[in-house]
């Protein structure tokens, strides 16, 4: 059981590259979320799927875009890469019956700097 | 404008006492309430919850206490340990509006010392 994996787990962009971080679970969670974290601000929610075929936005979606592209997997896309776009990017995913849907299990990060 | 406030950045303790890391919030409507613990080069994992229909919950040495009235809630680790040495993220969610969308505070680095 390798649980969440995400790729690459270190990327350097230029201004205006675009890329997809990969995000994948083996644990048959229905709802998958994609956070950014930086220093001083904790984990800020950017897109979320609460289950295959939807997607919603967080806190802080500006400049993404996400696919759900199976169950297993949902990705996120940098279309034109800032640099304030420069954080870890977490993906987690969780159960979705009663309490348990609040218990994230977190990917290792994925670090992006864009320069 | 955070939602969750973790006022201490940083908490250093020795090894075998108490550690007590704090908690605020500001959205009276969370109803729900976690403990994340993040290693370095790892992602956070899940460590303890609270319903805000309790005010006290226990595993091990770990007990999260909440406050409703005061809008705060407490991480108490007893007896503490080196490998307790980590981040921890205090998170909150509103499950009747959406569950999904959690909120997390900027983290307090616990150093525990031998």
């Known amino acids: 059981n390798a649980g969440v994996t995400q790729t690459p787990k270190f990327q350097v962009l230029k201004t205006g590259q675009s890329m997809t971080l990969q995000c994948a679970q083996d644990?048959?969670?229905?709802?998958m979320y994609w956070y950014r974290q930086d220093p001083g601000m904790g984990l800020r929610l950017i897109y979320y799927?609460?289950?295959?075929?939807?997607?919603d936005k967080g806190e802080v979606p500006n400049g993404y875009n996400v696919s759900r592209l199976n169950k297993r997997e949902f990705s996120l896309r940098l279309e034109s890469a800032a640099p304030s776009q420069t954080s870890v990017y977490f993906c987690?995913?969780?159960?979705?019956?009663?309490?348990?849907?609040?218990?994230?299990?977190f990917g290792p990060g994925t670090r992006l700097t864009v320069t | 404008d955070q939602q969750v406030k973790q006022n201490s950045p940083s908490l250093s303790v020795q090894e075998g006492r108490i550690s007590i890391l704090n908690c605020d919030y500001t959205?009276?409507?969370?109803?729900?309430f976690l403990w994340y613990k993040k290693y370095p080069a790892e992602g956070p994992t899940f460590l303890i919850s609270?319903?805000?229909?309790?005010d006290k919950n226990e595993d091990g040495r770990f007990t999260v206490f909440l406050n409703k009235s005061a809008k705060h809630l407490s991480l108490h680790i007893v007896p503490s340990q080196p490998g307790d040495s980590a981040v921890y993220f205090c998170?909150?969610?509103?499950?009747?509006?959406?569950?999904?969308?959690?909120?997390f505070g900027a983290g307090t680095r616990l150093t525990v010392k031998p």
């Open positions: 998170a909150a969610s509103d499950l009747q509006y959406n569950n999904n969308d959690m909120r």
């Open positions: 799927s609460a289950s295959e075929g939807t997607t």
């Open positions: 987690a995913s969780s159960d979705e019956w009663g309490l348990a849907r609040n218990e994230q299990y």
């Open positions: 609270i319903s805000s229909i309790k």
């Open positions: 644990m048959n969670h229905n709802s």
């Open positions: 959205n009276s409507m969370f109803d729900y």
